[in-house]
T-cell receptor, first 111, second 114 residues
């Protein structure tokens, strides 16, 4: 079983839809969880980070962590064509400096 | 203008040649990382350095070498021993010890072997 599983997509939605992106993981020691957005041929940019379980909201984006299920989600409300990108989840344990990444989900938002 | 710079943006190499990819940062971050990204493979860690004059191998270090002589710089050399070097290379930095080791990425270098 891989440490972090993420559906590669592509996930195609119409503009204005609510998007749900997800990752599952196997290492119960993961404490910090991040979402990165990567446009084609660009470096990933940090979108959201959360510590332990719970929700965090930033504008149209909500990150959710369920440690009991080892499951994290990123919700995008009122999706826009500019949200079309690959979304990578990443996580790490307390006090450890390397991140474990999912392989990314490609999102396509059509006008 | 703060951030992480990688150069060149595109690099072409003949088989058997060594090439060096540059990564410079002015964020005053202690830790620096090199990743390789291939289609469908996600990000794979090559090397990382948490402090000047020290670095550790990542998951796929074979065929690569690094140095960390200055805090601001972490160059990656792709040697002729790397059998399949064509990929997108990403440099990242972080400031460990701040409660969460969030990494920030540069724009990347696309290496193509001819």
């Amino acid at each position: 079983q891989k440490e972090v599983e993420q559906d590669p997509g592509p996930l195609s939605v119409p503009e204005g839809a609510i998007v749900s992106l997800n990752c599952t993981y196997s290492n119960s020691a993961f404490q910090y969880f991040m979402w990165y957005r990567q446009y084609s041929r660009k470096g990933p940019e940090l979108l959201m980070y959360t510590y332990s379980s719970g929700n965090k909201e930033d504008g149209r984006f909500t990150a959710q962590v369920d440690k009991s299920s080892k499951y994290i989600s990123l919700f995008i409300r009122d999706s826009q064509p500019s949200d079309s990108a690959t979304y990578l989840c990443a996580m790490t344990t307390m006090g450890y400096s390397t991140l474990t990444f999912g392989k990314g989900t490609m999102l396509l938002v059509s006008p | 203008d703060g951030g992480i710079t990688q150069s060149p943006k595109y690099l072409f190499r003949k088989e058997g040649q060594n090439v060096t990819l540059s990564c410079e940062q002015n964020l005053n971050h202690d830790a620096m990382y090199w990743y390789r990204q291939d289609p469908g493979q996600g990000l794979r860690l090559i090397y990382y350095s948490q402090i000047v004059n020290d670095f550790q191998k990542g998951d796929i270090a074979e065929g690569y070498s690094v140095s960390r002589e200055k805090k601001e710089s972490f160059p990656l050399t792709v040697t002729s021993a790397q059998k399949n070097p064509t990929a997108f290379y990403l440099c990242a930095t972080s400031l460990p010890g701040q409660g969460q080791d969030t990494q920030y990425f540069g724009p990347g270098t696309r290496l193509t072997v001819l």
